[in-house]
């Protein structure tokens, strides 16, 4: 069995169902916003499939496909878990269990503003795995933020197929673009609606919220010189020894397009003499 939920419907480019500050902020890593959105999630999602969940005694929550730096769907999933655990307390049912897809991330490029083919064909080159012995036979939950092509429900049904992964399948979505008429290039008009540019990036990082994920790391590392110097010029230095570790867990440092930023973050962190903002920075150097 395969279903697909989503709360929010995208039928007109110019009358969005949800806030796109909100959303923007939320892909950039505020957590609030992932807590509000997964909220409204649930008790859409409930309202549907209550008969579903609890037909069940044995339910796995899956989010996107990540290797080590969550994704902000992530984040989104992990509260999403918090009001499914309490429901089903209340129901004398077995809480959550929950499992990864693992992905290896081959490209830097921004897939918002590609078409479907495109998608599927940049992301196909990925290496994923999954447990399957841990999810066979159980009703899973794929959570994602938003459905704009499908490509990563197709690229996630490959996987259960060539793995041979029995069970019930449902792909659970915060929105979904339903008029094709409408590019696939809408996705990259929500992520930046609100976060255009260093000092709005440089807002949603310094407030309490923030937490890193793939996008903001990303971004980060991938910034013009005088783009990377202004954001660092602005954010809280404490943050350095995350992204630098969040980075290198990530392999980030193997990337070619990644390389000159992580190595002046990690300048930054070990000269550790003051300057306006904590650290001796040294020069830039490729």
């Known amino acids: 069995m395969n279903l697909s939920y989503s709360l929010h419907k995208i039928t007109d480019k110019n009358n969005s169902p949800?806030?796109?500050a909100e959303y923007s902020k939320f892909k950039f890593g505020d957590s609030s916003i992932a807590q509000k959105f997964a909220d409204e999630l649930f008790d859409?999602?409930?309202?549907?499939?209550?008969?579903l969940i609890l037909a069940h005694d044995e339910v796995v929550i899956l989010p996107s496909p990540y290797h080590s730096i969550p994704t902000a769907s992530n984040y989104l999933s992990s509260y999403f878990k918090l009001k499914m655990?309490?429901?089903?307390?209340?129901?004398g049912k077995k809480a959550l269990s929950e499992s990864k897809i693992y992905r290896n991330q081959t490209y830097t490029t921004d897939y918002g503003s590609l078409s479907f083919a495109d998608r599927v064909k940049l992301i196909a080159n990925d290496t994923y795995y999954i447990d399957r012995n841990y999810i066979n036979g159980k009703l899973?939950?794929?959570?994602?933020?938003?459905?704009?092509?499908?490509s990563?429900?197709?690229?996630?049904?490959?996987?259960?197929?060539?793995?041979?992964?029995?069970?019930?399948?449902?792909f659970v979505y915060f929105a979904e673009l339903i008029n094709k008429d409408i590019h696939p290039n809408i996705e990259n008009y929500y992520n930046y609606f609100y976060v255009k540019d260093t000092e709005s990036l440089g807002e949603v990082i310094n407030a309490p919220s923030f937490?890193?994920?793939?996008?903001?790391?990303k971004y980060i590392l991938k910034l013009e010189e005088p783009e990377f110097m202004a954001l660092l010029d602005i954010i809280?230095?404490?943050?350095?020894?995350?992204?630098?570790?969040?980075?290198?867990?990530?392999?980030?440092?193997?990337?070619?397009?990644?390389?000159?930023?992580?190595?002046y973050i990690n300048q930054s962190i070990t000269n550790k003499k003051s300057n306006h903002y904590g650290y001796q920075l040294t020069e830039r150097s490729t």
Not at 85 to 91: D, G, V, W
Not at 152 to 170: R, T
């Open 140 to 150: 899973c939950l794929f959570m994602d933020d938003i459905k704009i092509t499908g």
């Open 236 to 263: 809280n230095p404490n943050v350095l020894p995350q992204l630098f570790n969040l980075a290198v867990s990530n392999n980030y440092h193997t990337i070619e397009d990644y390389r000159v930023n992580l190595h």
């Open 152 to 170: 990563h429900e197709l690229i996630v049904k490959k996987i259960l197929n060539e793995y041979d992964v029995q069970g019930e399948f449902v």
């Open 85 to 91: 655990n309490a429901f089903l307390y209340t129901h």
């Open 44 to 51: 859409g999602f409930i309202a549907k499939h209550s008969d």
């Open 18 to 20: 949800f806030c796109e």
């Open 211 to 217: 937490v890193f994920n793939t996008r903001t790391v």
